[in-house]
């Protein structure tokens, strides 16, 4: 048994597609529009090295982002592979205007992790 893909809602599929092509180097499928459900588009994002994949899924009338520790999606951890990795890609999308939630630490739980945000606001550990 394995977790096959993980969904994401958003406003703007196209630009959260973007992002995740720009920083972690994913391949999009093609998009997928609904015939039934109007507004409604998906793309499935698969990562270089494998692993679970992740669906971009788009309705423009969504609800905003709950607060804070609410039930539910908490964020999304993508492995780089080394601290290193995690000092780079934290500088790099610090200077292209990411918002950083947190920087490049060694967590209590024993990870080296930077804290981002998505373009939604949802965040992303980086870790090593």
Do not use: C
Not at 45 to 54: S, V
Not at 59 to 74: D, I, Q, V
């Amino acid at each position: 048994m394995k977790v096959e893909h993980l969904a994401l809602w958003t406003r703007d599929v196209e630009r959260l597609r973007a992002f995740y092509e720009r920083w972690f180097g994913v391949r999009a499928s093609g998009r997928y529009e609904s015939a039934t459900t109007p507004g409604f588009a998906s793309y499935f994002l698969t990562f270089p090295d494998g692993g679970a994949r992740l669906e971009l899924m788009q309705l423009p009338e969504l609800n905003p982002l709950a607060p804070a520790h609410a039930m539910g999606y908490a964020h999304l951890a993508v492995s780089v592979g080394s601290p290193a990795l995690v000092d780079a890609m934290e500088a790099r999308m610090r200077d292209a205007g990411v918002t950083i939630r947190s920087s490049a630490r060694f967590t209590g739980d024993g990870y080296y992790e930077a804290v981002v945000d998505d373009p939604d606001g949802k965040p992303i550990e980086i870790t090593s």
